[in-house]
């Protein structure tokens, strides 16, 4: 009997904005050979000010957008917010044969793996450290976890005030205007990562772990890495969820089955500004973000 | 006959946050002789990335609440979007006896009146710079105005990096971290006036005149001072707007019959947070803010 042909897996992937982007970025890397339907709610963005009832809602409605009229059957939650406050709600959303992926849990865990001394340092937006889910997440595998909130990364990365690979070869004059804005960057990132530490050394922590808690941050990689000791491990959670993703894959089979160079099919969704979403999105998919089609979930 | 003794009237200030708090207190430095009633919509910010539908419908139930049930006499629209959208909307809903004051269209009016190369300058957040409602007030009055987006200063004036009276006596430690978090606005407030003037340079304008088209950017006021040259007034709009109050206060005759020396009556009302918006609204007022009261507008 002849082999079925292979039918790539479809992955959907939620966020409330564009920041997830860098999560399918990791998701494209390690399982190109899935198809992938990308929302971004931005219309209702931020989530980090609602309440754990009216994300779960939200999520929810973006969840069952992916499942029923995309047809996904794997779930990514490339959000913080939302996988610390509604990742039950979202899983009771949808069929139980789609498994649902946060970015919490993966993250804690690359940390459990990653780290020795069993203190590790958690960077994040003020909503995911008032939650305190990584903090519950690293616990629960045996590890004490620092948190702190970094509101201006967020801002500083939508700025655009980061390195980037894709604008770079721009003119002479941007160029230096860049380089200025790339030192207050590494100055802010510099001043938060000092405060982090200062606080683990007042608390007898030997942390030699720091997970990046926002989807944003691992536009900041470069930067975090050129101001921490090398003995402190950047853990991404976002290449933690892809890793996830590609267990479940490996699972199901799919990861066997992968055709050879076929281009990785992706679709954009978002609920406000399309021209936003193409613009910014491009910075952190690090690719172009094309043909984003506007959808309203209502609400 | 004798006099009818003073009744202090009653004026409404409104914000989505608590930004609006530097537009009180230009209004109780002008016009101590009120008791004011200020209301921060804060479930519902922002509101810079919400459709003007939204917004006025928001703005209406604050300004509302405050006629209706704090008695307010007089309205100031302590929000830049707010008054970029929904004053009419706002004026509609309230009595017509009642004066509505927005900070824009006072804004322009000082600019002008300040302005002699009729070339002015306008900082703002990016919602409020997409309304170019400063640019048109501003056209309405003869003059060119440049607008530029600023969205980094919001969140770094929340984080509180900027130089501030009430906390500067705090421990020597607290005081380096907090002279080098000082540093670093100055050096994004530096790199946003370069691109400003440059801009306005190659227009061939000749600005002399620098709106503060947000309600955050006061505290900015010393860093932006010192940034600029000596022929760049700085105009604030909250400063123009408490200008507009106390005409208003005058024409009515209120201004007139200040009592010496009794404390000016204020109240707090907050839709989120009672906790935030006191320990970050005491920065933006200038004096400590207490016995804030959570309200419930619906919706």
């Known amino acids: 009997m002849a082999q079925a042909p292979f039918i790539p897996p479809t992955v959907g992937v939620f966020d409330s904005g564009f ?21 971004g709610d931005t219309a209702r963005l931020p989530y980090g000010s609602k309440s754990r ?20 059957e794997y779930l990514v939650i490339a959000c913080n917010t939302a996988s610390a406050l509604a990742l039950d709600a979202i899983q009771e959303a949808v069929p139980s044969s789609v498994p649902v992926i946060g970015v919490i849990e993966p993250g804690a865990e690359a940390a459990r793996q990653a780290s020795a001394t069993r203190d590790v340092l958690v960077i994040a937006t003020d909503a995911t450290v008032q939650s305190h889910a990584y903090a519950a997440a690293c616990q629960a595998r045996g590890l004490r976890a620092l948190e702190k909130a970094c509101p201006l990364l967020v801002p500083l990365v939508e700025e655009g005030w980061v390195a980037s690979p894709v604008t770079n070869d721009s003119m002479a004059l941007q ?32 942390p030699d772990s720091l997970v990046l808690g926002c989807t944003h941050y691992p536009l900041l990689k470069p930067v975090i890495e050129g101001l ?30 992968a055709p050879a160079s076929s281009g990785t099919r992706l679709c954009f969704f978002a609920t406000d500004s399309v021209e936003k979403f193409e613009r910014l999105g491009s910075r952190f998919l690090g690719r172009q973000v094309n043909n984003v089609q506007l959808v309203d979930l209502g609400g």
């Open 175 to 206: 160029t230096s205007a860049a380089t200025k804005q790339q030192a207050v960057t590494a100055d802010v990132v510099r001043i938060y990562v000092e405060e982090l530490r200062a606080d683990a050394h007042a608390m007898s922590m030997e």
């Open 19 to 39: 920041g997830g982007l860098t999560v399918l970025r990791a998701l494209i890397a390690l399982a190109p050979q899935a198809q992938y339907a990308f929302i």
């Open 228 to 257: 921490i000791p090398p003995t402190i491990k950047i853990i991404d959670s976002a290449a933690a969820a892809a890793n996830e993703l590609v267990m479940h894959l490996s699972r199901d089979r799919h990861a066997l089955a």
């Open 53 to 72: 009832r009216t994300i779960a809602r939200y999520a929810a409605q973006s969840a069952r957008f992916l499942v029923e009229e995309q047809g996904a």
